[in-house]
């Protein structure tokens, strides 16, 4: 039961600013009634039980109360469409926490599993852009801070530090960014807008 999965993590969530959950390990609610997100992965090379999934992209929906350390999320995946039936089940088991390793962070959380899609996906980086889009589920626009205002134009952006790391990417730490446009509708999980909250870290995941 070994699997190794690595690429890029883009997060985008409803908070109007940078997410209190993240910073502060889920003890602080977020800056609205609930809390919608998605966490995008967008995997480079991968290979889970002997089975290649590089080149595919994943998501995981989530729908949370404000303070998320009180559980019973609502959680779906959201996996491209070119993946085989056999890569996207492969692919289900990591994303869902079934094979351990850090999809398992969100496991004890989860009240309910709402579903499965599978439909056409694309990631591209247009300098500080990650553009993300899942059919017409998801479509992200997620910028790195810095290159406006008083930031010169090339700078690394800001970046949280974790003494542990970031549950949901397993990065010792993330990139803060923005929306520059939001829009996600599935499973009742709906939300968007521009300017809220948004992180970004290269992963690797491995058992």
């Known amino acids: 039961m ?15 600013a940078v997410c209190p959950c993240t910073w502060s390990g889920l003890a602080v609610a977020a800056t609205n009634e ?10 480079d090379e991968g290979e889970i039980e002997g089975v290649d999934v590089s080149g595919i992209h994943v998501a995981v929906l989530t729908d949370s109360p404000a303070l998320m350390l009180k559980g019973n999320w609502r959680v779906a995946l959201v996996i491209d469409a070119k993946a085989s039936d056999e890569q996207a ?8 926490g079934d094979l351990g390793g850090p ?3 969100l496991v004890p959380l989860t009240g309910e599993r709402v579903g499965v899609l599978r439909v056409p996906a694309t990631y591209e980086v247009v300098g500080r852009e990650h553009r993300v889009r899942f059919g017409d ?9 810095g290159g406006r205002g008083i930031i010169p134009e090339g700078a690394e952006p800001p970046r949280l530090v ?15 960014a923005h929306a520059e446009k939001a ?24 058992v």
């Open 2 to 16: 070994s699997w190794k999965l690595t690429g890029r993590y883009v997060e985008n969530c409803s908070c109007t």
């Open 34 to 43: 609930r809390c919608y997100g998605a966490l995008t992965y967008h995997i």
């Open 89 to 96: 089940h492969k692919l289900e088991m990591v994303f869902w």
């Open 103 to 105: 999809a398992a962070w």
């Open 137 to 145: 589920v998801i479509d992200l626009v997620i910028a790195d801070e």
């Open 162 to 176: 974790f003494a542990d790391v970031h549950p949901p990417s397993g990065a010792k730490s993330i990139a803060l």
């Open 183 to 206: 829009r996600v509708s599935a499973f009742a999980i709906e939300y968007g807008g521009s300017g809220i909250n948004g992180f970004t870290t290269p992963f690797s995941w491995s």
